[in-house]
């Protein structure tokens, strides 16, 4: 039986994916003991606003924020994600390196590219990273592989509840990237103006639904199993 070191590995194709689509969860993971770890597959680099250094510096304090001791960037070519050996075998690294027992990726259906990408490259990833013939590190399979939302969402998501202090501090995080959010002189218009808003609208819309006061949403591509229809809720 796999001995895991990580509970999740949370994946994004730039810095401030992963707090946009599973802030709350990974806050509340952090909250409940766990162990998570943030990687961000690019360093944001193509960004129409700030540059290397200054994301980099918003991510660590994002993390901070959130209570992640360890954030690392694989600087994979932002706009330039593709499904290639030379980027799998980066995340096929990660994988076997840190043992998480889930990892979590962007949506497939983004209409960003770049979150589509990351997807197709982690879940090669988390294929390849359980191949005794892959590589020459010691295989590592994941549990699962969940996928969370930036900005559309599918039908009828996996609702996760989030409690009121964790969504907070998904705010509090979300707010560290000032030259993605805030807008000011210097900075392009771009659809992240105003989404700081519009998350939170969203985050506690989705609990609503479900009697919670903030959820995020997941989408699960495997079959589920449960184990008594009355205990679901």
Same mark, same amino acid.
């Given at each position: 039986? %796999?001995?895991?070191?990580?509970?999740?590995?949370?994946?994004?194709?730039?810095?401030?994916?992963?707090?946009?689509?599973?802030?709350?969860?990974?806050?509340?993971?952090? =909250?409940?003991?766990?162990?998570?770890?943030?990687?961000?597959?690019?360093?944001?680099?193509?960004?129409?606003?700030?540059?290397?250094?200054?994301?980099?510096?918003?991510?660590?304090?994002?993390?901070?924020? $959130?209570?992640?001791?360890?954030? #690392?960037?694989?600087?994979? *070519?932002?706009? /330039?994600?593709? !499904?290639?050996?030379? %980027?799998?075998?980066?995340?096929?690294?990660?994988?076997?390196?840190?043992?998480?027992?889930?990892?979590?990726?962007?949506?497939?259906?983004?209409?960003?590219?770049?979150?589509? %990408?990351?997807?197709?490259?982690?879940?090669? &990833?988390?294929?390849?990273?359980?191949?005794?013939?892959? /590589?020459?590190?010691?295989?590592?399979?994941? !549990?699962? #592989?969940?996928?969370?939302?930036?900005?559309?969402?599918? *039908?009828?998501?996996?609702?996760?509840? #989030?409690?009121?202090?964790?969504? #907070? +501090?998904?705010?509090?995080?979300?707010?560290?990237? $000032?030259?993605?959010? +805030?807008?000011?002189?210097?900075?392009?218009?771009? =659809?992240?103006?105003? $989404?700081?808003?519009?998350?939170?609208?969203?985050?506690?819309?989705?609990?609503?639904?479900?009697? &919670? *006061?903030?959820?995020? /949403?997941?989408? %699960? =591509?495997?079959?589920?199993?449960?184990?008594?229809?009355?205990?679901? $809720?």
């Amino acid at each position: 039986m %796999q001995s895991w070191s990580y509970d999740a590995i949370v994946f994004g194709a730039h810095p401030d994916d992963a707090e946009i689509g599973a802030g709350g969860m990974i806050a509340q993971e952090i =909250r409940l003991g766990r162990k998570v770890l943030i990687c961000d597959l690019t360093a944001g680099e193509m960004g129409s606003n700030g540059n290397v250094a200054q994301r980099r510096a918003e991510a660590l304090a994002s993390a901070e924020v $959130l209570g992640v001791s360890e954030r #690392v960037c694989l600087g994979l *070519p932002d706009r /330039g994600l593709h !499904e290639c050996d030379d %980027q799998v075998s980066e995340i096929v690294r990660m994988i076997r390196e840190y043992r998480p027992r889930m990892v979590f990726t962007p949506w497939h259906g983004d209409d960003h590219l770049d979150h589509v %990408q990351a997807t197709n490259l982690v879940r090669a &990833a988390a294929l390849n990273a359980r191949l005794r013939k892959y /590589g020459s590190s010691k295989p590592w399979a994941v !549990e699962r #592989v969940w996928e969370y939302f930036i900005h559309e969402m599918s *039908p009828n998501p996996l609702l996760l509840r #989030v409690g009121e202090e964790d969504g #907070v +501090q998904k705010q509090k995080a979300l707010r560290c990237y $000032l030259s993605q959010f +805030q807008a000011g002189e210097g900075t392009v218009p771009t =659809r992240l103006h105003g $989404l700081l808003q519009r998350l939170e609208w969203r985050d506690r819309y989705a609990g609503s639904q479900i009697g &919670a *006061p903030w959820a995020e /949403g997941f989408y %699960q =591509r495997e079959p589920l199993s449960i184990y008594d229809l009355r205990n679901m $809720l």
